[in-house]
């Protein structure tokens, strides 16, 4: 009884901005029942030029109040807050709710079906040089090549201007570097980059997998939660979206996700 009431309290998922709404799109894809609570963290977006101990402050924040709202597990739908966080999120959430984030889904994609390819990252500074991939990697022993190279104003100009060709002459920039040629495969490590997944697929002309983790990680959260015995089958999938600071390009980017009317409840966080 006590699995079956839980069933029916939300899905909390948070990033800064509109890039963890990929993840969103692909978790209500999967599991289209489930109650889903969003947390745009806008008024600090984005994480990835932050120091990794304020991107720990502000998800702290945001985890308690998830927390308040009774999620059954928090989705950290961000690769710089995955990165510089989740192991203090969960410890701070212990046993209310389940922690996921969207980096170790990837990683066990990787070692099952990438072993002794040449693999490229593009990412925000935060999460290149927190060098995360490359330690899970080798713990795996999983032979892999990993290349990596910062990608840092790309979540900023896909926050300003979503898929724009603007964006292409930023992306010729960035993917011409050395670390990314001759590659099998590009991991997308930002939640943003999906946006414009299909830019990045062209610049390489179909010639390197663009490895896009939002539905990976979709994946998982569905597994873990009928591991779990926490399915919601019953409801009809509500979506409530909460953010830090009102953006007109988050309101945009909502709508076009979900291809419906998005209200907005502002939620400053140290207010």
């Avoid at 069933?7 to 990929?22: H, K, Y």
């Avoid at 894809?29 to 969003?38: D, F, G, Q, R, S």
């Avoid at 702290?60 to 192991?87: D, P, Y």
């Avoid at 899970?136 to 990608?151: G, M, Q, S, V």
Wanted: glycine residues 4%.
């Amino acid at each position: 009884m006590k699995n079956q009431q839980r069933a029916f309290q939300p899905i909390g998922i948070f990033d800064s901005g509109i890039g963890g709404l990929t993840v969103a799109h692909a978790v209500v894809a999967h599991l289209p029942k489930e109650n889903i609570i969003y947390f745009g963290d806008t008024a600090h977006l984005p994480y990835g030029d932050k120091s990794a101990a304020a991107i720990q402050a502000y998800s702290v924040k945001i985890a308690h109040m998830l927390l308040q709202q009774q999620c059954k597990l928090i989705l950290i739908a961000c690769h710089s807050a995955s990165a510089a966080a989740f192991e203090l999120v969960k410890e701070y959430v212990a046993s209310k709710a389940i922690v996921m984030n969207v980096i170790d889904p990837l990683i066990q994609l990787l070692h099952k079906h990438y072993t002794h390819k040449r693999i490229g990252l593009i990412g925000t500074k935060q999460t290149v040089n927190s060098n995360i991939y490359k330690k899970k990697i080798d713990y795996l022993n999983t032979k892999i090549t990993l290349t990596t190279h910062a990608t840092n104003l790309l979540a900023a100009a896909i926050e300003e201007f979503g898929n724009h060709k603007i964006i292409d002459s930023l992306l010729a920039e960035y993917l011409s570097s050395p670390h990314l040629q001759q590659i099998d495969a590009l991991i997308l490590a930002c939640t943003h980059y999906p946006i414009i997944k299909e830019r990045i697929t062209a610049y390489y002309k179909n010639t390197v997998e663009i490895i896009d983790s939002s539905e990976i990680v979709a994946k998982a959260v569905k597994h873990r939660l009928e591991e779990d015995n926490l399915l919601n089958t019953d409801s009809t999938g509500s979506k409530l979206f909460y953010v830090s600071d009102y953006t007109e390009s988050f309101a945009t980017g909502a709508k076009l996700f979900f291809n419906q009317e998005i209200e907005l409840e502002h939620y400053p966080l140290w207010d």
